[in-house]
């Protein structure tokens, strides 16, 4: 109660402290943006500068009138109005503040640029922001930050771009799929190696563009306009240089962190290289000025408790929560021969051991009646992941790009697990108990490659594209598995013990090979004409061995054929499409369809059972964004899709791997169908610094496979599959973001949201039919407060409302409220400091008895920094109130499950960071004067 109290006076204090921060606006420039035609020009940048230093005052962009309002609190007395527009020169003008505060310039004429063709240069000064057709552009430099910030720290000054405290950034409330710099990827596709890393010094201007693929980049085809890439250009002279970080430290608990990142440029010419080990759940990769790799993936409340993370598709921690010690190294390489060829490789390796602890407490509904489950499982997992990459690009003339693209992943690892499961009746009766042992060891290889050849032809944007596309992955694995399952009668008494002592041998192997050919035919300057044709073959083998002891030679000799398979399967898919797209600088829309022959071959060679199913489906595609204006628009997108049943799915072969749960396929099972509807809203006004993201989306599946369950007296279930239709999901939402600049350019950015979703799902129990229906809103609330070079306030909260109902039993539905609630505060007063607090406090709603259901984690840093900016002395405590906790509450078709895991503890961290970099000569560490 006092810590509640505590913080609920730090959220006072900062409201307060914000809002009293505010002042009038006391300046105003205002006029009209015309050209030689006497057309208005919208989204022309107008921005104004002190005369005195050429720092920004202020910017906005023209409406679609051409008018434009500049207005705010300075005590400049004298400024430079610009306006920028692609195309046009700049316009330039002084204004004495200290003489006149309101000033109307009137209509304003931009004469045409001499070179129309390419970007407008100005000499002496950049736009803040810049609206071009289909990119958004922002130069880093007018954006204040403190003088060492990160690229992070700069998108989070960016209007209408948002990132959260896990690093994923959104642009007018779409995501960030990938970041690259100079055009490239840097190193590999995980964008938050580049956001923690990228210092300001370097970047020139930070491009917003819609995600494309290298084929759509090259072609000029549409590419995916609801994922946003950020390009980053790196200031010439800055091309050539290095820069590098090291971080080591020691706590608490046998805790510590070691890590390294460098990178050279050189031109075209990049390389970089990292590494780290820890065993706090971090990537390492990662630097966080104030809290730095301080098992921030560790967090139960907001980050779902599962220590997992993953870099360029290689998984650190496990999905199933628990505590990881990794270790990670990396290198990769970059670079471009003239305008032809350009070569890229990266190479990651990664050892983790994680170890896990779960409890579980599982209410199970049945048509008449309702039983229990407590289990307790944990496990021991290690893995060796190795993966390589490699990308080649030529370009012989300029109308011809050929591109290869080969990965390979390799997997060995171990993990042992035990678990000890109980059920029983509402009155505490036991009705059976399982125990389960498994050793079990895996080597995988996955290779794919992607050879792509495109040629364009014509002048409006015809091309024909030519791929090859081929997956080989193979899996070895070898499993020592025991379970003991007990039987009890209605009075409790044991009436039955079963045993399995099994070895299990499995290998699986799939090979897929894929051709497809692509063709744009112009039919006008805004119409063309689609038509692809793709063609799939894939095969599967699938060999599951089980071997029980042989009481004679104690060896696992004896093969059990019954619950043995040997599965060869082969799949044949035939897709032709053909479509109309139109497209202009308002509307870009399209319609497309075609037939899907999807012929699947199963054949069990234990058994000599077989199936030959041939699924047609005609599909189709439609979707359109049009543009209101610059910055306002609005998307809509239809699809539908057949989704064929998996091996496993399909497979009429017994699985008793869980003892309490007995699985056999359905051979006769048919493709799900399903239509998915998706459409949004966003704008951002430049003017008011605020943006605005709705959506709203769904998916209706027909034949929609669904497992039908039995449960005996004893409770064991016995599960096959069959399809159903109606199953649904809609979901809908909105975000408002609005950024406040005030006096000596502190901000204040608020964002706010509501999101909610509801579902229906179907499934069989005892042979009764039986729907779930799940309903969700949540309200969030999010502000951040920025003294420059001094403080930043963040305080946050969000609620979410559930309700479910099932119809097996509606005296289980479900209707609870859970609180999330947090404060990130950090001081860089007094200089050379950096103190950091970040806590969190979550209440939840509806928890079983004995599970905790509400706690506060906070983590605290204190940072001093020496020899300039280059060093930073830091001890960090995580969880600093020692409540850290993993408890969530599930609910399913036809049970409501409670779970608690093991994570993190509280530990002490001393660590030291040193960084050192060099660009164009120069020591950019050198300038730390200098205001930005």
Do not use: C
């Not at 051409?66 to 002084?94: A, M």
């Not at 301080?294 to 999905?319: D, L, P, Q, V």
């Not at 509307?587 to 699924?615: C, M, P, Q």
């Amino acid at each position: 109660m006092l810590f509640k109290n505590v913080l609920t006076q730090f959220f006072l204090l900062g409201f307060l402290f914000i809002f009293a921060s505010a002042e009038a606006q006391d300046y105003k420039i205002q006029g009209k943006i015309i050209d030689s035609e006497n057309v208005a020009l919208e989204s022309a940048t107008i921005y104004v500068e002190s005369v005195k230093d050429s720092t920004l005052v202020d910017y906005t962009i023209s409406d679609v009138d051409g008018n434009f309002i500049v207005e705010g609190s300075t005590d400049v007395d004298e400024v430079n109005l610009f306006i920028s527009f692609t195309g046009f020169q700049t316009y330039k003008k002084r204004y004495q503040l200290s003489q006149n505060r309101t000033i109307n310039t009137g209509t304003i004429t931009l004469q045409l640029a001499d070179n129309t063709l390419g970007e407008v240069v100005v000499q002496g000064t950049k736009a803040p922001v810049s609206i071009k057709t289909d990119t958004l552009e922002f130069n880093a430099a007018s954006f204040k930050t403190k003088a060492d910030a990160n690229l992070e720290e700069v998108l989070k000054k960016l209007p209408g771009v948002a990132v959260d405290k896990d690093g994923a950034i959104t642009v007018n409330g779409k995501p960030v799929s990938r970041i690259l710099v100079n055009g490239k990827e840097f190193f590999g596709d995980d964008p938050k190696i580049a956001t923690k890393n990228l210092p300001k010094e370097i970047i020139n201007k930070i491009q917003v563009v819609d995600t494309k693929t290298k084929s759509e980049e090259f072609t000029g085809k549409e590419g995916d306009s609801e994922n946003k890439t950020i390009n980053i250009t790196i200031d010439e002279d800055k091309n050539k240089g290095y820069f590098a970080r090291l971080t080591a430290g020691g706590g608490t608990d046998e805790r510590y962190e070691l890590s390294g990142i460098g990178n050279y440029f050189k031109d075209d010419l990049r390389v970089s290289v990292l590494a780290s080990s820890n065993n706090i759940n971090s990537s390492g990769f990662t630097f966080d000025e104030v809290f730095d790799a301080m098992g921030r993936n560790a967090y139960a409340i907001t980050r779902n408790s599962n220590g997992n993370f993953s870099i360029n598709g290689n998984s650190f921690g496990s999905g199933g929560g628990g505590i990881t010690k990794s270790d990670n190294g990396g290198v990769s390489f970059v670079n471009e021969w003239s305008d032809e060829t350009e070569l890229s490789a990266n190479y990651f390796f990664n050892r983790g051991d994680t170890k896990t602890r779960t409890e579980v407490e599982r209410e199970n509904i049945l048509p008449d009646r309702t039983y229990f489950n407590n289990s307790t499982s944990s496990s021991d997992r290690k893995n060796d992941n190795h993966r390589a990459r490699f990308g080649f690009e030529f370009e012989p003339d300029t109308l011809t790009r050929i591109s290869f693209r080969p990965n390979i992943t390799v997997n060995d690892g171990f993990v042992k697990s035990n678990s000890n499961t109980s059920s029983f009746e509402e009155d505490g009766t036991p009705i059976n108990t399982a125990e389960t042992e498994q050793y079990t060891e895996l080597l995988s290889t996955n290779f794919s490659n992607n050879l792509n050849v495109s040629r364009k032809f014509g002048t409006k944007g015809g091309f024909v594209s030519l791929g090859f596309d081929n997956t080989n992955n193979t899996s070895e694995e070898e499993n020592v598995y025991f379970s003991s399952r007990e039987i009890y009668d209605d009075a409790g008494n044991l009436t039955d013990t079963d045993i399995q002592d099994q070895f299990i041998n499995q290998n699986t192997r799939k090979d897929e090979y894929s051709i497809s050919a692509n063709t744009r035919l112009p039919l006008s300057e805004k119409l063309s004409l689609d038509i692809s044709y793709s063609y799939t073959k894939s095969n599967d083998e699938s060999e599951r061995l089980i071997y029980e002891k042989n009481d004679l030679t104690g060896e696992y000799d004896v093969l059990v054929d019954t619950l043995s398979n040997d599965f060869n399967s082969e799949t044949f898919n035939h897709r032709p499409n053909i479509g109309l797209v139109y497209r202009d600088d308002k509307l870009r829309a399209s319609i497309s369809g075609g037939l899907e022959n999807v012929r699947l071959k199963n054949e069990d060679l234990f058994t000599e059972t077989s199936f030959d199913n041939t699924y047609n489906n005609f599909y189709s595609r439609a979707y359109f964004r049009y543009k209101l204006n610059k910055t306002k628009s609005i998307y809509f997108n239809y699809r539908n899709s057949r989704n064929v049943p998996s091996i496993t799915q399909l497979q009429p072969v017994t699985n008793t791997t869980n003892p309490l749960n007995i699985v056999t396929g359905n051979p006769n099972l048919d493709p799900s169908l399903q239509h998915n509807i998706y459409m949004n809203f966003n704008n951002y006004d430049f003017k008011s610094r605020s943006g605005f993201y709705a959506y709203l989306g769904g998916d209706l599946t027909n034949d929609q496979v669904v497992s039908i369950t039995t449960t005996n007296q004893d409770l064991v279930r016995t599960t096959s599959y069959t399809n159903v239709d109606g199953a649904y999901s809609l979901f809908a939402g909105a975000s408002l973001d609005k950024t406040i600049t005030l006096e000596s350019k502190n901000t204040i950015k608020i964002d706010a949201g509501i999101y909610g979703n509801m579902s229906k799902d179907l499934g069989f129990s005892n042979g009764v039919k039986f729907d779930s229906n799940r309903y969700s809103v949540s309200p969030n609330l999010g502000v951040q407060y920025d003294i420059v070079d001094i403080l930043t306030i963040e305080p946050s909260y969000d609620i979410s409302f559930i309700n479910a109902k099932y119809s097996l039993n509606n005296t289980r539905d479900q209707n609870y409220v859970n609180h999330n609630v947090g404060l990130e505060l950090t001081s860089y007063w007094p200089k050379n400091f950096v103190f950091g607090n970040d806590i969190s406090y979550q209440h939840l709603g509806n928890i079983a008895p004995g599970f905790k259901n509400d706690f506060v984690l906070w983590n605290m840093s204190l940072g001093y920094k020496i020899m300039g900016d280059d060093g930073i002395f830091k001890v960090k405590v995580f969880d600093v109130l020692d409540q850290n906790i993993s408890t969530s509450r599930t609910t399913g078709d036809d049970f409501v499950q409670d779970t608690q895991q093991l994570v993190l503890e509280q530990y002490v961290m001393f660590s030291f960071t040193y960084k050192l970099s060099k660009f164009g000569g120069k020591d950019p560490n050198k300038r730390r004067g200098r205001r930005r």
